[in-house]
């Protein structure tokens, strides 16, 4: 059964950076798209970036581009994201996903293609 853990999250401070972590287990992950999406609380889960399977494309959301970068060890099934100069509005709960099928072409910021999911690690920045 697939399993992906989420860690790294943390109370930081307007400015700082931060590397949230996603390992997976259970499974051939090498093949699938990987992708981070945020929740801040009352809201909609929302689409921070992607990595594609071949690692040939990522994709950021506008919300983040410039601060944000997403990369992936193959070798230890764990896919990174860095965030720096971190705003209050970045404060949400981050969930690492597994596209639902292998070699996918298109990297979607669609939470639906998405088959697999972590916990969550939650954000919070403080100005």
């Known amino acids: 059964q697939v399993q992906l853990v989420e860690s790294g999250g943390g109370l930081v401070q307007a400015g700082d950076s931060l590397r949230l972590s996603c390992t997976a287990s259970?499974?051939?992950?090498?093949?699938?798209?990987m992708a981070w999406f945020r929740q801040p609380i009352g809201k909609e889960r929302e689409f921070v970036s992607a990595?594609?399977?071949?690692?040939?494309?990522?994709k950021y959301a506008d919300s983040v581009k410039g601060r944000c970068t997403i990369d992936r060890e193959f070798a230890k099934n764990t896919v990174y994201l860095q965030i720096d100069d971190l705003k209050r509005e970045d404060t949400a709960t981050y969930y690492c996903?597994?596209?639902?099928?292998?070699?996918?072409?298109?990297?979607?910021?669609?939470?639906?293609?998405?088959?697999?999911w972590g916990q969550g690690t939650q954000v919070t920045v403080s100005s």
């Open positions: 996903a597994m596209d639902s099928i292998r070699f996918r072409t298109l990297s979607s910021s669609d939470p639906a293609q998405y088959a697999h």
């Open positions: 259970g499974g051939t992950f090498s093949n699938y798209t």
């Open positions: 990595f594609r399977w071949d690692g040939r494309l990522r």
